[in-house]
């Protein structure tokens, strides 16, 4: 069983920047495609962005296209969520999650695995 723990939350002011990291408690951590997902308050969770086992395929919601980065180190069996030119809506509870899976799906029905959250909240 992988069991994630999300760090790096907290207060930024709009447009800054915050980095979210997701530690795995496997190696087999490295077999699995990875996700982020948020849920902002009275709103269902809803995908973010994911990286394939390689690292070398992404996909992101349009929401966080062009400002969100998702990278992974394997060797450390870490997954992160650069996070750029935040908005007040991008004001969420974050959540790591693993796939078992080899078809990257932005679906939380997808993941087998779930981090407790880490709460960004950004200013205007």
């Known amino acids: 069983q992988v069991q994630l723990v999300e760090s790096g939350g907290g207060l930024a002011q709009a447009g800054g920047s915050l980095r979210l990291s997701c530690a795995a408690s496997?190696?087999?951590?490295?077999?699995?495609?990875m996700g982020w997902f948020r849920q902002a308050p009275g709103k269902e969770r809803e995908f973010v962005a994911a990286i394939f086992w390689s690292g070398s395929v992404t996909y992101y919601s349009d929401s966080v296209k062009g400002r969100f980065i998702i990278s992974r180190d394997n060797a450390k069996n870490t997954v992160n969520l650069q996070m750029n030119s935040l908005k007040p809506e991008d004001t969420a509870v974050y959540y790591c999650?693993?796939?078992?899976?080899?078809?990257?799906?932005?679906?939380?029905?997808?993941?087998?695995?779930w981090g407790r959250g880490t709460q960004v909240t950004v200013s205007s």
């Open positions: 496997d190696r087999t951590f490295r077999s699995h495609i």
């Open positions: 999650a693993a796939q078992m899976g080899v078809t990257l799906i932005p679906k939380e029905y997808a993941y087998n695995y």
